[in-house]
C-alpha cells in the first residue's frame, strides 16, 4: 500500500529555518491535495498547509502565513513544507496527510486518506 515518508524534522532555534519533506512510496499514485498538519504536546491536531497537487494552488493556517511555503515535486511525488522564522510555538509532531481524489475541503483532517508517521520539530527559546 502506499506510504508517506517524512523527514527534515529537528532542533532549532527560534527564528530559524527548517523545510520538512513527504515522499509518497507509491509512485504511480497521483493525488489531489496533499496537507500538512501538527500536533503540540496536550493540543489538538491542527491545520498548517495543504497544496493541490495539479493546479498547485496552496493553502495556509492564519498562524503560518508569510512564515511558510509549501510547495511539490510532481516527478518525485514529494511535498515540502518550508518553515522559515520558527517560533517555540510552532514546536509540534508534523504530519502530511495525502487524498487520492477530490474532497470538500483541503482543511479538514478527515479529508484524507493516507498520513505519514510524523517528524517532530523542536524550536527552542
Known amino acids: 500500500q502506499v506510504q508517506l515518508v517524512e523527514s527534515g524534522g529537528g532542533l532549532v532555534q527560534a527564528g530559524g529555518s527548517l523545510r520538512l519533506s513527504c515522499a509518497a512510496s507509491?509512485?504511480?499514485?497521483?493525488?489531489?491535495?496533499v496537507a500538512w498538519f501538527r500536533q503540540a504536546p496536550g493540543a489538538e491536531r491542527e491545520f498548517v498547509a495543504a497544496?493541490?497537487?495539479?493546479?498547485?494552488?496552496?493553502f495556509y493556517a492564519d498562524s503560518v502565513k508569510g512564515r511558510f511555503t509549501v510547495s511539490r515535486d510532481n516527478a518525485k511525488n514529494t511535498v515540502y513544507l518550508q518553515m522559515n522564522s520558527l517560533k517555540p510555538e510552532d514546536t509540534a509532531v508534523y504530519y502530511c496527510a495525502a487524498r487520492p481524489g477530490r474532497g470538500t475541503s483541503y482543511y479538514a483532517a478527515s479529508e484524507y486518506d493516507y498520513w505519514g508517521q510524523g517528524t517532530q520539530v523542536t524550536v527552542s527559546s
Open positions: 497544496i493541490s497537487w495539479s493546479g498547485g494552488a496552496t
Open positions: 507509491g509512485r504511480t499514485f497521483r493525488w489531489s491535495a
